[in-house]
């Protein structure tokens, strides 16, 4: 994994097997790691999730203990979308940023929350003209993010965002979407949603409006438009749980317009 790592990143000695793995009994759930200062620091079985392994002196080979970088996901993910659309695409980067604030705002309510921000940050990537290889974002967002060593279920997330293969059946390419599995959960409902509700300027747009946006933008008749006729119920439903789901957490609807 290329080294990108926010400020938040901490660098830990943490038990290993024989073989070099981590002990399952450290990797299985929440459990005390010593800094090499060393003040204690708790660790999660998610966090073990995003972090790349090196001995001392940068080596692979197995010992009883070995320096652990930990990557804060999010940090990760806004960094690598800043750097691929800031610059070239700057409209599309303060969607991406207002997309993401969203998914900062309701995240409380989803389990994997960082995972949540990170898709929402990185859902856009694909259009950065550096990774366009297809012109189909999903499909190029989440290539890239393969060749960066990101996490499979955010790739899958990325590939997937905002019921993706309804226009890849259009492009003909539903096959090659097909690498990176669906996985049809409240987060990624919670994905589609922050996507659905703001707009390319980053407002804040109710999804009814958000859907006649981008039939406007593209026009009716563009495989773009044609998109939306196809995937609006889905889309909605998606939009419609999520409301739900974080309003039962106590998390208010945001201001639209």
């Not at 073990?48 to 930990?70: E, T």
């Not at 940050?121 to 989440?142: E, I, K, S």
Request: charged letters at 20%; hydrophobic letters at 40%; one cysteine or more.
């Amino acid at each position: 994994m290329p080294p990108v790592l926010c400020p938040r990143a901490v660098v830990l000695m943490i038990p290993v097997d024989p073989a070099g793995a981590i002990r399952s009994d450290f990797a299985a759930g929440t459990t005390r790691a010593r800094r090499l200062s060393p003040m204690p620091l708790l660790l999660s079985a998610s966090v073990i999730q995003h972090v790349h392994l090196c001995d001392g002196r940068g080596s692979s080979s197995p010992s009883s203990r070995r320096i652990i970088r930990v990557v804060h996901l999010p940090g990760w993910a806004t960094a690598t979308a800043e750097k691929n659309l800031r610059a070239a695409l700057p409209r599309r980067w303060v969607h991406v940023e207002s997309v993401g604030a969203e998914a900062r705002r309701i995240a409380p309510a989803f389990t994997d929350s960082d995972m949540l921000i990170a898709a929402a940050v990185l859902h856009d990537v694909g259009y950065a003209p550096n990774l366009a290889a297809t012109r189909f974002h999903p499909l190029d967002g989440a290539r890239f993010l393969q060749t960066q060593d990101a996490p499979a279920r955010l790739c899958a997330l990325v590939a997937r965002h905002s019921c993706a293969i309804r226009e890849a059946e259009l492009r003909d390419c539903a096959d090659d979407l097909a690498e990176f599995p669906d996985e049809e959960t409240p987060l990624r409902d919670a994905l589609w949603y922050c996507d659905m509700v703001t707009g390319p300027g980053g407002q804040r747009l109710t999804a009814d409006e958000r859907l006649a946006e981008i039939q406007s933008r593209y026009g009716p008749e563009s495989i773009v438009g044609q998109f939306i006729d196809l995937a609006r119920p889905e889309l909605l439903g998606a939009v419609e749980r999520t409301v739900a789901r974080y309003t039962a957490a106590g998390i208010p609807q945001p201001t639209y317009g």
